[in-house]
């Protein structure tokens, strides 16, 4: 499968994934806030892998201008159905990844990627990328599924299978020390790494980083 097939998958799966429930929502609220608290009304805020627009309705209002992008264009045309809906000044929708992003953006205060790092297919350029698109010392945070830190039956035999017969998408498979040990040799200062999961056993870490 290629980057191509990886978004046609997201674009057909885009009506049933607006509609899901959070799974822990006390814990995605405590991921915002957390978010909130590192972020300055000034601040200029991308946000990679935003899916249908829920992380940016709700952040976007607290910074001066923020950039939600995501590689499916039926996820975008999603959120942007919802940001017609509820109006935030500053607040842009694109289909783009970090690769594709031209220079013409600009520098960011922030990139945000959550549930998005196990989904890019060269992790060490993808990073690449993010650290140029930051302003000096500016941050990135991120949270993702570590499958390297899960039951080997999901990533070795369920995942496969399920990818076989088209029904997940490419998933790449690292441990939190192994991600962190890649976000720092991208150029990036690990400034904290937490865990915000209010029920369950749940391998996403919360992790800051500061370009250096």
Do not use: Q
Request: positive net charge.
């Amino acid at each position: 499968m290629s980057v191509a097939n990886d978004a046609r998958f997201w674009d057909r799966s885009s009506r049933d994934y607006a509609k899901s429930a959070i799974a822990d929502e006390d814990g995605y609220n405590r991921t915002l806030e957390r978010t909130r608290s590192l972020l300055n009304s000034d601040d200029r805020v991308l946000e990679l892998g935003c899916g249908t627009g829920t992380t940016a309705l709700r952040l976007a209002g607290g910074v001066r201008g923020y950039l939600a992008t995501d590689f499916s264009s039926a996820m975008i045309a999603i959120a942007e159905e919802k940001h017609a809906a509820a109006s935030t000044s500053g607040l842009e929708f694109r289909t783009a990844t970090a690769e594709t992003l031209g220079a013409d953006v600009g520098w960011f205060n922030a990139v945000l990627g959550f549930n998005y790092l196990h989904l890019v297919r060269d992790l060490p350029s993808t990073l690449r990328c993010i650290h140029g698109l930051l302003a000096p010392n500016g941050l990135f945070i991120s949270k993702t599924p570590c499958l390297g830190d899960m039951n080997p039956l999901i990533r070795l035999v369920l995942l496969p299978a399920m990818r076989l017969i088209g029904k997940a998408p490419y998933a790449g498979s690292f441990s939190t020390k192994e991600l962190s040990l890649c976000i720092a040799l991208a150029g990036f200062e690990v400034l904290m790494v937490e865990n915000h999961a209010a029920k369950g056993n749940d391998r996403r870490p919360y992790i800051v980083a500061r370009k250096r």
